[in-house]
C-alpha cells in the first residue's frame, strides 16, 4: 500500500514558478514508477509526467515539455514537479500517482488526493 500527499500549489502570476512537491508512504516507494496528472474544471483529466522508479527515465507531454522538471529522491520518498514559465491554462488541480504499470500515461494504481494550481494572466 502506498499513500500519496501533494503540496506546494497555489496561485501564481503567468510566466512565474511553483513547485509541487509529493510525499509517499511505503517501503516499497522506490520500486514504481511516479507521474503527475492534471485535471482542469470541466476537462478530463490528463497525463503530465512521469519518472521511472529509478529517475533514469522519464517522460514528458508536449504541453509542458521544456517548462516542467520532474525528479525523484527515493532515500526521502519524494517526488518534485518543477514547474517554470507557467501559463493560464496550466491551471488545474494536479495529482501525484503512483504504479507499476509499462505505460506512462496509464496504470498508476495509488493517486493523492491533489493540490490547486491557479495561474493568473
Known amino acids: 500500500q502506498v499513500q500519496l500527499v501533494e503540496s506546494g500549489g497555489g496561485l501564481v502570476q503567468a510566466g512565474g514558478s511553483l513547485r509541487l512537491s509529493c510525499l509517499t508512504s511505503g517501503r516499497t516507494f522506490s520500486s514504481y514508477a511516479m507521474g503527475w496528472f492534471r485535471q482542469a474544471p470541466g476537462k478530463e483529466r490528463e497525463f503530465v509526467v512521469g519518472i521511472g522508479w529509478n529517475g533514469v527515465s522519464t517522460y514528458y507531454s508536449d504541453s509542458v515539455k521544456g517548462r516542467f522538471a520532474i525528479s525523484r529522491d527515493n532515500a526521502k520518498n519524494t517526488v518534485l514537479l518543477q514547474m517554470n514559465r507557467l501559463k493560464p491554462e496550466d491551471t488545474a488541480v494536479y495529482y501525484c500517482?503512483?504504479?507499476?504499470?509499462?505505460?506512462?500515461?496509464?496504470?498508476?494504481?495509488?493517486w493523492g488526493p491533489g493540490t490547486q494550481v491557479t495561474v493568473s494572466s
Open positions: 500517482a503512483a504504479g507499476s504499470g509499462s505505460s506512462w500515461k496509464a496504470g498508476y494504481e495509488y
